[in-house]
């Protein structure tokens, strides 16, 4: 059997639920016994958490990690990366059709400007011009 707040049940126990959904989950436990015997288990769950004593790992493993999994990262066809390993950055991709929308994009913009400021264009200067001059 599945209901709605079984899901939640986590949330209701570390009190990350509002109000209203907090209210309604107790009401709900108080008919439901599979929810009230799912957060038993849960409550015990965290309780045996807490009595672990925190040990820090014996050794890094990241190093070890780190170049397997760039050793076995495939090479996608069509995929950009720009990354700066030295730095520890973020890597950013860019696919193939992304790059060939911003360049249309890039384009679009591009034509719009031209047309906006192209040489010889007196249409939207001659009326202000001719104002000017009649009130001079």
């Known amino acids: 059997m599945s209901d709605i707040w079984i899901d939640r049940l986590s949330e209701y126990l570390d009190g990350e639920l509002n109000e209203v959904d907090r209210e309604a989950i107790e009401q709900h436990l108080t008919g439901c016994i599979q929810c009230r015997s799912t957060l038993e288990q849960l409550r015990a769950v965290v309780q045996r958490a807490g009595a672990m004593p925190d040990k820090p790992p014996e050794r890094n493993i990241w190093n070890g990690i780190a170049s397997r999994i760039n050793a076995d ?3 996608t066809p069509g995929v950009v990366d720009i990354e700066t390993r030295r730095s520890g950055r973020r890597v950013i991709t860019f696919s193939l059709p992304q790059l060939v929308a911003a360049g249309i994009a890039l384009m679009v ?3 719009c ?3 906006l400021v192209r040489p010889g264009d007196t249409l939207l200067v001659l009326p202000l011009a001719d104002a000017i001059v009649r009130d001079a």
């Open 113 to 115: 400007t031209g047309w």
């Open 73 to 75: 990262a495939p090479t």
């Open 109 to 111: 913009l591009s034509a």
